[in-house]
């Protein structure tokens, strides 16, 4: 009975870090999702571009997309930017200088002045010369600001959505929320497996309480996850571990029908 249920435990633990290794894997190479959710871009020092959320209207005054000020807090208990260019459609940057199209022209940033301000030109003819004189490229590509994020990882794009784990192997507080409920899940099958005499259903019970707090509540920052986690975690955690030990039951069965074969 033990040599069955540890090459159960062994299958069910090998296949859990398997699974793990290659979605962090896929996480890592895989190309940010931008998605419609805000999102801010940082381009040089505490300046950078603020993508408003795609589900909603954008406002007349700023547009979707705005060259802004990181106003945030040192410690980042809050994120807060402060508009500086608003309707923002393309953007570059050289070194410490920005420089854009928006809606009221073709403009240059220089970050290197104390209080810098943006300088505006009616046409690419009359704003490509003042790159030159700048000693920038005069043939400077600009870019739509969803195309330079793309390039970026999902915590430089989202801060907000990393606080708690950090991006540890590239997933957000969110997906780490989801993976704890699924190992969760795997405990309370192993659970199933090695429990000793009865049913296992309350042990899972209170796991998948432990595991909602955790999940839910300290990684995910709460909500209505919250709640639903304590209705539904503690039901699916129990079928996992009744689960578990039918799958021994079983095994053990046919285990002992194997060896009364064997002896006749």
């Given at each position: 009975?033990?040599?069955?249920?540890?090459?159960?435990?062994?299958?069910?633990?090998?296949?859990?870090?398997?699974?793990?290794?290659?979605?962090?894997?896929?996480?890592?190479?895989?190309?940010?999702?931008?998605g419609e959710e805000n999102y801010q871009l940082p381009l040089v020092g505490r300046y950078g571009v603020c993508r408003g959320d795609a589900r909603s209207t954008p406002s007349g005054d700023s547009g979707m997309y705005q060259?802004?000020?990181?106003?945030?807090?040192?410690?980042?208990?809050?994120?807060?930017?402060?508009?500086?260019?608003?309707k923002l459609e393309q953007v570059a940057v050289s070194g410490p200088v920005i420089v854009g199209k928006a809606g009221h022209g073709y403009f240059v940033f220089d970050t290197r002045q104390p209080d810098?301000?943006?300088?505006?030109?009616?046409?690419?003819?009359?704003?490509?010369p003042t790159l030159r004189?700048?000693?920038?490229?005069?043939?400077?590509q600009l870019a739509n600001p969803d195309a330079l994020a793309a390039t970026r990882p999902g915590m430089v794009l989202r801060p907000w959505n990393y606080r708690i784990v950090?991006?540890?192997?590239?997933?957000?507080?969110?997906?780490?929320?989801?993976?704890?409920?699924?190992?969760?899940?795997?405990?309370?099958?192993?659970?199933?497996l090695?429990?000793?005499?009865?049913?296992?259903?309350?042990?899972?019970?209170?796991?998948?309480?432990v595991v909602n707090i955790v999940a839910h509540l300290f990684i995910a920052g709460g909500g209505p996850g919250v709640v639903l986690g304590l209705l539904f975690l503690p039901f699916l955690y129990c079928a996992a571990a009744i689960l578990g030990r039918g799958c021994y039951r079983l095994a053990a069965r046919r285990r002992a029908q194997s060896t009364v074969i064997r002896s006749m």
């Open positions: 009975m033990n040599a069955i249920l540890f090459r159960m435990l062994r299958t069910t633990a090998v296949s859990l870090l398997v699974m793990i290794t290659a979605l962090a894997g896929a996480a890592r190479a895989a190309q940010p999702d931008l060259l802004a000020e990181d106003s945030s807090p040192a410690d980042r208990a809050y994120w807060s930017w402060s508009t500086v260019i608003p810098p301000t943006p300088r505006f030109f009616d046409s690419p003819e009359s704003w490509r004189a700048m000693g920038l490229p005069g043939d400077l950090h991006g540890l192997l590239g997933y957000s507080d969110e997906e780490w929320s989801a993976i704890v409920q699924l190992v969760g899940l795997a405990i309370a099958f192993l659970i199933g090695g429990w000793p005499r009865g049913s296992p259903a309350a042990a899972a019970a209170v796991l998948g309480v």
